[in-house]
């Protein structure tokens, strides 16, 4: 079989074999989500009125809540434990810092003594007859805002993300763009059941 002929197979075979790869291709979002009733939705860091939770985050939770009840599609739990599978967000934020200055009283340089002959508080020290230092925190993490779902193992914790996405302010309100991308992938693949239309009403005579 000459070059020529080869060549004119392989054009004629490729978009058969394409074609077979996709019809076995696995939806690319789980089945879990065709039936599934109940949803909870919280942040990476904490629960909605967590007190230590991020206010943006706080206020993703709520954008989300908005977003899921005007779908109606699911149902919002305020149980966990209740939940087919649970909304996990995340504000961006590239770099969040915090500092503090710590000042007092020492004997001498280096970490010594404190005030009043106390044993040494671990402090760092400045120069001799001032105590000066610093404290520091900080979160680093994607400046994108995230969005995953997740489902809930027997003993609370997050199993790995079925489904994840990352969009530049994609948690704002009111459009939410990254539960919109959710939101159409799972029509896409599992469309929701026409409502059952009314009967017709007889025309009076």
């Not at 007092?104 to 970490?111: A, F, L, R, T, Y």
């Amino acid at each position: 079989m000459n070059a020529l002929k080869v060549t004119v197979l392989l054009l004629v075979l490729l978009p058969t074999v394409a074609l077979a790869q996709h019809k076995t291709r696995k939806p690319i979002v789980p089945a879990i989500f065709k039936n599934a009733q109940y949803v909870y939705v919280e942040a990476i860091d904490g629960q909605e009125f967590d007190p230590g939770l991020n206010p943006d985050d706080r206020q993703a939770i709520a954008d989300v809540q908005a977003a899921l009840q005007k779908w109606n599609r699911y149902s919002l739990t305020t149980r966990r434990e209740d939940a087919n599978f649970v909304i996990v967000v995340r504000k961006g934020r590239a770099v969040v810092a915090k500092a503090g200055v710590i000042i007092g009283s020492s004997s001498g340089p280096g970490v010594g003594s404190g005030p009043q002959g106390n044993p040494s508080s671990g402090q760092p020290r400045g120069p001799a007859g001032a105590g000066v230092g610093t404290v520091a925190g900080g979160e680093v993490g994607t400046p994108d805002d995230l969005l995953e779902i997740c489902q809930l193992n027997t003993n609370g914790t997050l199993s790995t993300p079925l489904w994840m996405r990352t969009f530049p302010d994609g948690l704002d309100g009111p459009k939410v763009m990254l539960f919109e991308q959710f939101k159409d992938a799972v029509e896409k693949a599992y469309p929701s059941q026409p409502a059952n239309q009314p009967a017709s009403q007889a025309p009076k005579p």
